[in-house]
């Protein structure tokens, strides 16, 4: 299975995926260009954008979930 293929399980498993999780759980470093693979290839990601110990970060969701 590629990353994408894993990433996009893992969303709609779990319902959202961050950087972290992709990095620990998947060993994607480029969480953002993955998304943007699925996306061309018609999922309907939705970006939030999440605030923890003063840092921002990007949470990833289908949008139809």
Known sequence: ????T?????IKTHGAINPLMAL?????MR??????E???LG???ETRHKKANNK???EY???NA
């Open 43 to 45: 999922h309907e990601i």
């Open 61 to 63: 969701y289908l949008s």
């Open 31 to 36: 969480l953002a260009a993955r998304i943007s």
């Open 24 to 28: 620990e759980r998947y060993g994607c």
């Open 1 to 4: 299975m590629s990353q994408a």
């Open 56 to 58: 921002v970060y990007a």
């Open 6 to 10: 894993d990433i996009l399980n893992h």
């Open 38 to 40: 699925l996306r061309q």
